[in-house]
Structures are given as C-alpha cells and as structure tokens.
T-cell receptor
Framework: DTAVSQTPKYLVTQMGNDKSIKCEQNLGHDTMYWYKQDSKKFLKIMFSYNNKELIINETVPNRFSPKSPDKAHLNLHINSLELGDSAVYFC??????????????FGPGTRLLVL | GQSLEQPSEVTAVEGAIVQINCTYQTSGFYGLSWYQQHDGGAPTFLSYNALDGLEETGRFSSFLSRSDSYGYLLLQELQMKDSASYFCAVRAITGGGNKLTFGTGTQLKVEL
C-alpha cells in the first residue's frame, strides 16, 4: 500500500484553466504539506495543515487554495493557471506529536505543465 | 529569513567516501535533516540531527555543529545507486511557524 499518494501523476493543461491535485496518506499522520519543486529542483514549502488546520501559508498567490477535508487528505486547487505554475508538486506528511516528526514522507509528485 | 548553502554538484567513484557540506543561516533553529531524491522520484528521508555530533545509519552518517551552523552528510562505500540529489533541510521555528526549509540540493554522480 502506498503511504502517501497523489493524483494525477501528470497534468497538462492550458493557461487560464482551473485544476486540482489530490493527496491522501494512510500513515495516520496529523500533519500534511504541499511543496513545489521547480525546474532547478528547488523545493519550497507552500502550505502545511495540522489536524485539518492551516498552520503554514507561505507567500503563495491566492490562486492556490488548499483544502483538508480530514486528517488523511490535503487537496490543492489552482485557479487561472499560469506558465510559471509549471513544476512538480509534492504532497508530504509527518507526525508532529512524536519524536519521529522530523521524518516527512513524500508522495510521488504531480508533474504539472501549463501550456 | 533562512538560507542554506550546499555544493551544486559532487562526483566520486564507486567504493569511495564522499562528504556533502551544508551551511545555514536561520533563527529559531531546531534541527538539520537530509533527504535523497533520485531523478523523477520523490524526496526520501535519510537522517536528522538536533544535537551536535555524528549520527550513523548504515553507510550514511550525518554531522551537525550548531555553533558553526554547519552540517554534513557522509556517504561511505559509494554505490552507483547513490547517484541522486541530496538536500539538507533546516527545521526552524519562525514567525511563519515550525517548518522545513530545503537547500538547493547537491547532485551526486557516482562513476565506475
């Protein structure tokens, strides 16, 4: 069973469209994250949710809206897609309340290409 | 803000030992992590140091000096499969919360 899963794996779309990426973790973790990795492999946190509550919101355009329906899911909706949004988006999870919180488990990534 | 520096690329031969350095600047420092990422893959956790000293996990070891704001990842008995990008990441408590900030990554190439 996949610990952290994301769908879709690949997403090719036109500028101006709205798209969503879904993430699910079956590790029982209480914290989930969205990261963006650009073409130079720079990995930057976008959002973090702890028990469905937003705790980190980096300087991200408000076209990006995360939603956490429950502890096991964190989805990312992107409105009015732009060329610069092309990147790999990784979901991750960790258990903040234990000593092993430093281990973040990453999903396989969603490769978004905006044309 | 936070900043991390690590070499962009390192090349070594199979069987050798390689050290990847990481220096950081941050307030609210909590610990230093290392992640490995193969091309096309996801980052995977390797190690974490919160206290000064060396942590060993098999062929990989990680070191931290909090007073020098410096750490390194040591890979021994290099294998071809170790060719990947290695990221150091600082865990810090800042105004933006308790978060992990990644360095720009070091591309390790292992040659025969």
């Amino acid at each position: 069973d996949t610990a952290v899963s994301q769908t879709p794996k690949y997403l090719v779309t036109q500028m101006g469209n709205d798209k969503s990426i879904k993430c699910e973790q079956n590790l029982g973790h209480d914290t989930m994250y969205w990261y963006k990795q650009d073409s130079k492999k720079f990995l930057k946190i976008m959002f973090s949710y702890n028990n469905k509550e937003l705790i980190i919101n980096e300087t991200v355009p408000n076209r990006f809206s995360p939603k956490s329906p429950d502890k096991a899911h964190l989805n990312l909706h992107i409105n009015s897609l732009e060329l610069g949004d092309s990147a790999v988006y990784f979901c991750a999870s960790s258990q903040e309340s234990t000593r092993v919180k430093e281990t973040q488990y990453f999903g396989p990534g969603t490769r978004l290409l905006v044309l | 803000g936070q900043s991390l520096e690590q070499p962009s690329e390192v090349t070594a031969v199979e069987g050798a030992i390689v050290q990847i350095n990481c220096t950081y600047q941050t307030s609210g420092f909590y610990g230093l992590s290392w992640y490995q990422q193969h091309d096309g893959g996801a980052p995977t956790f390797l190690s974490y140091n919160a206290l000064d000293g060396l942590e060993e996990t098999g062929r990989f070891s990680s070191f931290l000096s909090r007073s020098d704001s410096y750490g390194y990842l040591l890979l021994q008995e290099l294998q071809m499969k170790d060719s990947a990008s290695y990221f150091c990441a600082v865990r810090a408590i800042t105004g933006g919360g308790n978060k992990l900030t990644f360095g720009t990554g070091t591309q390790l190439k292992v040659e025969l």
